[in-house]
């Protein structure tokens, strides 16, 4: 199984990016799938959920209103596009597949993922 994000990069206050992830080898649509970021000197924390349907979404409080989760399983593919961006937005994003299938709502528990990408880094100047 390998995750591979992408779309990262260097973007000024309040400018946007969006993130990729693309998995393979695994059923991708049947998993729902979590961002995650680590800023320097800090833990992993939970980002935006989106369910295997693409139905549920769900997002941390801080990003609520300027990030969007979405996905293509046809592509398997998730994306997150993050509008109005901050300096504390700034960090190293991870995707992650839901160690569950078929499961109705996300996770925000990192325990909870079973493959993680290899990170794709944002950084935000002010």
């Known amino acids: 199984v390998q995750l591979q994000a992408s779309g990262g990069g260097l973007v000024q206050a309040g400018g946007s990016l969006r993130l990729s992830c693309t998995a393979s080898?695994?059923?991708?649509?049947?998993?729902?799938v979590g961002w995650f970021r680590q800023a320097p000197g800090k833990e992993r924390e939970f980002v935006a959920v989106?369910?295997?349907?693409?139905?549920?979404?769900a997002y941390t409080g801080s990003v609520k209103g300027r990030f969007t989760i979405s996905r293509d399983n046809a592509k398997n593919t998730v994306y997150l596009q993050m509008n109005s961006l901050k300096p504390e937005d700034t960090g190293v994003y991870y995707c992650?597949?839901?160690?569950?299938?078929?499961?109705?709502?996300?996770?925000?528990?990192?325990?909870?993922?079973?493959?993680w990408g290899q990170g794709t880094e944002v950084t935000v100047s002010s």
């Open positions: 992650a597949t839901d160690r569950r299938a078929f499961q109705t709502t996300g996770s925000s528990d990192p325990h909870d993922y079973a493959f």
């Open positions: 080898g695994l059923t991708f649509g049947i998993y729902g």
């Open positions: 989106i369910s295997w349907s693409g139905d549920s979404t």
